[in-house]
């Protein structure tokens, strides 16, 4: 489907909601994927914008703090030409009493098409989306330690973009992975699209609390023997919010243990890519040298960040015209 173009039909083979990537089938991931190479095509021209979604309204109602996400959803909205209003739960009525159902059902009796919701609570969005009579679409911004599936997207077209298919690669998912909204949906990502290996490196601490052979991932507690021939480096941010108690001696010897330094970037294969889903914490995760590096896909990470999601609005936002009235 062209970006600048109405959807088609088969916008109905669409989930109604974007929630999260465990369960959604290859080929639903593979439409949002294509959709998104269209949609980073045009970021790359001097206009920009198109009319894809003039007349639509996306809703951004984040519960929790969020810069880069938050920013991201704005202005893909924006560069697809819809009405956008950013709601954050401080400046809401929630601090008046109402519970955060209520302002969601608020919301939809203004008939947004789409709502993009973060929440410091696994599953909140999840709620939400049984919670609504409407078609409008909930999209997933990130949800406590469960999933946040657009950032994983976007970490899937960068490494295509770079690598190809995913299908046979190795790649290792490093640091606070017990935490991390981001690894699980990108396990759930990896795995329908092929991934030959999915590694999670850490200590202990760190880990999971579900057993390796149901997140279908090998575990590594030795970051050297973790990352000998992987073909792409996926860095994790410490949870230093949701961390209870002392996970980790110091920040000094984490990085010492698992930090990715110019060495251990070395035991990789010679290809590798380096990622992080940001904020990154220099001298805690990756050393500067190898954020900057060549190795490195940070930056153009941002950037399909924005097609991704450009990609999930137009998308799903436009159901609501195919569907009529709930």
Known sequence: MSPSQPATDDA?????????????????IN????????FRALLEKADKKTDALKGRTIINLFFEASTRTRTSFELAGKRLSADVI??????????????????????????PDALVIRHPDSGAPHLAARALDSHCAVINGGDGPHEHPTQAL????????HKG????????????????????????????????????VGPKTLMPAEAAPALGVQVFHNADAGLKGVDVIIMLRMQMERIRGAAVPSQREYFRLYGLDPARVERAADDVLVMHPGPMNRGVEIASEVA????????????????????VLNLLARQRQSAGPA
């Open 165 to 200: 298919p995913i299908d046979g690669l190795k790649v290792a998912i490093v640091g606070d992975a017990a935490h991390s909204r981001v690894a699980r949906s990108q396990i759930h990502a990896l795995h329908t699209l092929g991934a030959a290996e999915i590694r999670l």
């Open 31 to 38: 439409r949002v994927l294509e959709e998104a190479q269209g």
């Open 86 to 111: 950013n709601i954050s739960a401080s400046a809401s009525s929630l601090q008046k009493g109402e519970t955060w159902l209520d302002t969601v059902r608020t919301l939809e009796a203004m008939t």
């Open 292 to 311: 900057d590096g060549p190795y490195s896909v940070i930056l153009p990470q941002v950037t399909n960040g924005l097609a991704i999601r450009m990609a």
């Open 12 to 28: 109905a083979d669409l989930p109604r909601h974007l929630l999260g990537l465990e369960g959604v089938s290859a080929g639903t």
């Open 154 to 161: 976007l970490d899937v077209l960068t490494i295509q973009h």
